[in-house]
């Protein structure tokens, strides 16, 4: 089993819609927790950093971590075409190491 | 948010030569640096952990002698394709971050061994 699961997808959802992402990981050590966006081609690009429960909302944008049922998830509100991407979830604990779900290719249809 | 740079983003060389790629921290101090592989439709495969002043960390299955990587300041850490092939072509990028901050990735270098 994996450390940090995460659908692979694609998901494909209409302009407008709400997206849900989601990732589940077994290691409660994790106690930072971050979304990337990476467009093909491109590096990462950093969405939303978390640390502990709760949520965090930018923008469009809400992130949600639950450590007690270690679940992570990303909120994508008014979802546009230009939100097309694959989405990664990461995690970490005290130390520098970053531990990756697969990803997940949105694909937001006009 | 902090600024990682990776240079070149595209490069095609030819079988047998050797590609060095760099990754800078634009605007922090980074005592670590990470580089991931990343094959089409895939995720990230860390590579190796760069550590300032000392030798690098490899995961298993990553050769050494063919991944050459450097970090010889705070804010530069290089990795070098010796010998590449065919096989060798990948999209490849750093991360940069600090302890207890979120890490930053640079705009990754897509290698083309002919």
């Known amino acids: 089993q994996k450390e940090v699961e995460q659908d692979p997808g694609p998901l494909s959802v209409p302009e407008g819609a709400i997206v849900s992402l989601n990732c589940t990981y077994s290691n409660s050590a994790f106690q930072y927790f971050m979304w990337y966006r990476q467009y093909s081609r491109k590096g990462p690009e950093l969405l939303m950093y978390t640390y502990s429960s709760g949520n965090k909302e930018d923008g469009r944008f809400t992130a949600q971590v639950d450590k007690s049922s270690k679940y992570i998830s990303l909120f994508i509100r008014d979802s546009q075409p230009s939100d097309s991407a694959t989405y990664l979830c990461?995690?970490?604990?005290?130390?520098?190491?970053?531990?990756f779900g697969g990803g997940t290719r949105l694909m937001v249809k006009p | 948010g902090a600024v990682v740079s990776q240079h070149p983003s595209r490069v095609i060389c030819k079988s047998g030569t050797s590609v060095k790629i760099e990754c800078r921290s634009l605007d922090f101090q980074a005592t670590t640096m990470f580089w991931y592989r990343q094959f089409p439709k895939q995720s990230l495969m860390l590579m190796a952990t760069?550590?300032?002043?000392?030798?690098?960390?490899?995961e298993q299955g990553v050769e050494k002698d063919k991944f050459l990587i450097n970090h010889a300041s705070l804010t530069l850490s290089t990795l070098t394709v010796t010998s590449a092939h065919p096989e060798d072509s990948s999209f490849y990028i750093c991360?940069?971050?600090?302890?207890?901050?979120?890490?930053?990735f640079g705009q990754g270098t897509r290698l083309t061994v002919v």
């Open positions: 991360s940069a971050g600090q302890s207890n901050t979120e890490a930053f």
């Open positions: 990461a995690m970490r604990n005290a130390g520098n190491m970053l531990t």
């Open positions: 760069s550590n300032e002043g000392s030798k690098a960390t490899y």
